[in-house]
């Protein structure tokens, strides 16, 4: 992937953070708002904020991590190490919400 | 000139020669200087006068150059374009460039801006190789098109913007707000071709995205450009081509000059 699409994903997720985060802190903490739980749009933004956070989380690591430790390779390692970690984190989460949602 | 406009002021200056030193260290002159001296002026009376083993380096002594920037009182100048009495200061503090590797005293080395420099390709690049080789025309541009890039062709490659940008001094491979401006200045030039061939490099993970815009490197130039701006518009430039897949540049048209056919090249 070129740089350019890794960091326009990355704006993308950090606008999808604000508003999926929006939704989640409304709907949690306002008693009006609760309605929005029992909808099928709120699970649905739930995951898109966890995709969005955890990108937006494993790519910000990485922009540091490679102007730390500058090297021919080290970006490659750096990314592979991160992918895994996020794609454990994502797993997880997505069990979570399978369980709060789902019914598992 | 009257006694009174000369004052005395005491140069901290740093020295260090690698070859032989294992540390730096600081030496103080005392200079005596008017409202026209600038640092390089004192630097080279403390040369001529005091210790002829400072290292300097300097060329035309009116900021068009380049070669004179250093680390006055902590702040990146040309020492030939900044008055000591400017400085508003009894002690001048004079040290090399912050973020490049020092050859003695006050000369940093440029090696590793020069071989970036060349990676972005600095110059215009065309596909009409046969106009380039037999030109019949010119290639004229409306005065929106040359204000495109104008500020940013006025880089005299001093260095100073890449020495302040807190980027380069923890990645060693960024490609540096010098380099980028570069870049930018003639990819948005209507007669240029060349992005294609710069993209690999400048959209890389060394490349504009890096900048965090800090702008430190728009504060520190001498000659007024700002490199800050022309990289977030390098970024626009690259998303648009890479993944709009558009390129938002006029394409200037050859003009032909008059009787060129019959003329002989």
């Known amino acids: 992937m070129k740089e350019s699409t890794k960091m326009l994903l990355h704006y993308i997720t950090g606008f999808l953070i604000l508003i999926t985060g929006a939704v989640h802190l409304i709907a949690n903490n306002l008693v009006v708002f609760n309605w929005i739980k029992d909808t099928l749009w709120y699970p649905i933004s739930q995951g898109i904020l966890l995709a969005a956070v955890l990108y937006h989380a494993m790519n910000g690591l990485r922009v540091i991590l490679v102007e730390l430790l500058p090297g021919s390779s080290s970006g490659k390692v750096i990314s592979i190490i991160l992918i895994v970690v996020g794609a454990i984190f994502f797993i997880f989460g997505l069990y979570f919400l399978l369980v709060l949602f789902g019914g598992w | ?265």
């Open chain 2, 1 to 265: 000139m009257e006694e009174s406009e000369i004052e005395k002021i005491k140069f901290k200056v740093f020295r260090f020669n690698p070859a032989v030193d294992t540390s730096p260290t600081w030496k103080i002159y005392e200079v005596e200087v008017d409202r026209s001296l600038t640092v390089l002026d004192a630097l080279l009376k403390i040369k001529e006068e005091k210790d002829p083993s400072l290292a300097v380096r300097y060329s035309c002594r009116q900021a068009i150059c380049g070669s004179c920037g250093m680390m006055i009182n902590g702040k990146q100048r040309l020492a030939c374009f900044t008055r000591v009495l400017e400085l508003n200061s009894k002690v001048v503090v004079v040290e090399p460039l912050n973020n490049y590797p020092i050859i003695r005293d006050l000369v940093t080395d440029f090696s590793d801006l020069f071989k970036k420099e060349k990676m972005v390709k600095p110059y215009i690049i065309r596909d009409d190789v046969e106009e380039m080789r037999n030109p019949t025309g010119m290639y004229l541009q409306e005065p929106e098109e040359l204000l495109e890039y104008l500020q940013f062709a006025d880089c005299i490659e001093c260095g100073l913007c890449s020495s302040a940008c807190p980027t380069y001094s923890t990645d060693h491979l960024f490609l540096t707000p010098m380099i980028l401006n570069k870049a930018y200045r003639f990819s948005v030039d209507s007669r240029d071709k060349g992005l294609q061939y710069r993209l690999p490099i400048i959209d890389s993970e060394h490349g504009c995205w890096r900048c965090h815009f800090a702008a430190a490197c728009s504060s520190v130039c001498p000659k007024g450009i700002d490199p800050a701006k022309s990289i977030q518009l390098l970024k626009k430039m690259v998303t648009s081509v890479n993944i709009f897949k558009r390129m938002r540049k006029k394409e200037v048209q050859l003009t032909l000059r008059p009787h060129a056919a019959e003329s002989p090249v």
